[in-house]
Structures are given as structure tokens and as C-alpha cells.
């Protein structure tokens, strides 16, 4: 995604999501690492729904 746009730092959060999740709550809490990836892949889904029905600006325009 990074090359494919020109722009490699837009792979920044999803880098720290990952170290997130492989320190924080895998090792720290000692939730399985399928339960993580699966909360990434929802995450993931909400993000790309949110974004493709531009809920953002119309939530945005209400409330501002």
C-alpha cells in the first residue's frame, strides 16, 4: 500500500497496531494471538466501512 501510493509512512499505524497487540495485549494480558488478529480484522472492516459510506463527514457535519 505504501509503495503502490507514494507515500510508505501511511504503513506507520498499522506497524504500531502491530506491536501493539504482540506486546500489550498477547504477551500482557495473555489473550490468544487468533482473538488479537481476529479484533485487527474487525477493526480493519469498521475502518473500510466507515470510509466507503463517508459516515465520517456526515457525523462530522452534525455535530459541527
Same mark, same amino acid.
Given at each position: 500500500?505504501? $509503495? !503502490?501510493?507514494? !507515500? @510508505? /509512512? &501511511?504503513?506507520?499505524?498499522?506497524?504500531?497496531? *502491530? %506491536? !501493539? /497487540?504482540? /506486546? @500489550?495485549? %498477547?504477551?500482557?494480558?495473555?489473550?490468544?494471538?487468533?482473538?488479537?488478529? &481476529? &479484533? %485487527?480484522?474487525?477493526?480493519?472492516?469498521? /475502518?473500510?466501512?466507515?470510509?466507503?459510506? *463517508?459516515? @465520517?463527514? $456526515?457525523?462530522? @457535519?452534525?455535530?459541527?
Amino acid at each position: 500500500m505504501g $509503495i !503502490y501510493a507514494k !507515500y @510508505s /509512512f &501511511a504503513l506507520a499505524p498499522v506497524i504500531g497496531l *502491530n %506491536v !501493539y /497487540f504482540a /506486546f @500489550s495485549v %498477547v504477551l500482557g494480558l495473555g489473550i490468544d494471538w487468533r482473538v488479537a488478529l &481476529a &479484533a %485487527v480484522l474487525l477493526e480493519g472492516l469498521i /475502518f473500510i466501512g466507515l470510509t466507503v459510506t *463517508n459516515i @465520517s463527514i $456526515i457525523t462530522t @457535519s452534525l455535530l459541527g
